[in-house]
């Protein structure tokens, strides 16, 4: 359940879709691999860093619903919508660190494969196209399995 109020930002669904897939396209970090070298050191702590907010973000969606206007259910709202304004960043942050290692694509790809439905579904976009379906699939491939 999302206890967040969205209030009108003015961003169109094909802005914002082209923001969500301009930060992710780019964001494709790595879970971890032994032979990781620093070469993507920097995505992969960016990717490391995005689950730990995503994590926080998905156990919050499951919290019980607090009553609407209280302190608490504002302080909730205002906790979440720091962390979605942190997932932002990182991914902001992800989109302009190249990933070159398997590991780094990889995890890139993971963050893609388990955003994008979510997106694709937030603005009313349908993922059962086959060009949706085909970017879906390489991310499949890419993640090696290891997307959620």
């Not at 923001?19 to 032979?35: G, K, W």
């Not at 620093?38 to 009553?67: K, Q, Y």
């Not at 989109?95 to 893609?112: F, S, V, Y």
Request: charged share 20%; net charge negative; glycine share 6%.
């Amino acid at each position: 359940m999302n206890q967040i109020q969205t209030a009108p930002t003015g961003l169109s669904r094909r802005g914002a879709l082209a923001s969500v897939l301009a930060a992710t396209v780019a964001a494709m970090p790595v879970m971890a691999c032994a032979t990781t070298t620093n070469e993507d050191s920097a995505a992969l702590a960016l990717c490391a860093a995005f689950w730990r907010v995503h994590g926080r973000i998905r156990a919050m969606d499951t919290d019980p619903e607090l009553p609407y206007g209280s302190p608490a259910q504002k302080r909730f709202e205002a906790d979440l919508a720091k962390l979605y304004g942190q997932e932002v960043d990182i991914l902001s942050q992800l989109a302009n660190t190249p990933a070159r290692t398997t590991a780094g694509q990889q995890g890139k790809a993971a963050i893609l494969r388990a955003i994008l439905p979510t997106a694709f579904a937030d603005f009313d976009l349908g993922i059962e196209c086959e060009e949706i379906r085909l970017v879906l699939s390489l991310l499949d491939d890419l993640a090696g399995g290891l997307a959620a």
